[in-house]
């Protein structure tokens, strides 16, 4: 079964840094887009940043300059990390794996708490 497991979310200030991972299992890692996804309480989840095998990101304007992705295609891992964290920052961050045009796996979520 596939797997995405998420690790690293927890409490942190305003200002303050985290350093979320994604550990894929059971895909062939190299041919997925691998993006976070964030869903804060009343809102629809959304889409932080996306990285693809070769290296293009997309981020959200929210995130812009704050926030970093990147893959280790050797350990089929992603990274998001996250500086400069703001209270509007906090939500359930979800790992995603996306093949071109067709199926897309979800982790359960991490949460990150920014708050002083």
């Known amino acids: 079964q596939v797997q995405l497991v998420e690790s690293g979310g927890g409490l942190v200030q305003p200002g303050g840094s985290l350093r979320l991972s994604c550990a894929a299992s059971?895909?062939?890692?190299?041919?997925?887009?691998m993006g976070w996804y964030r869903q804060a309480p009343g809102k629809q989840r959304e889409l932080v940043a996306a990285?693809?095998?070769?290296?293009?990101?997309n981020f959200a304007d929210s995130v812009k300059g704050r926030f970093t992705i990147s893959r280790d295609n050797a350990k089929n891992t992603v990274y998001l990390q996250m500086n400069s964290l703001k209270p509007e920052d906090t939500a359930v961050y979800y790992c995603?794996?996306?093949?071109?045009?067709?199926?897309?796996?979800w982790g359960k979520g991490t949460l990150v708490t920014v708050s002083s």
């Open positions: 995603n794996a996306r093949i071109t045009y067709g199926m897309s796996y």
């Open positions: 990285v693809t095998s070769a290296g293009t990101t």
């Open positions: 059971r895909i062939i890692f190299s041919n997925y887009i």
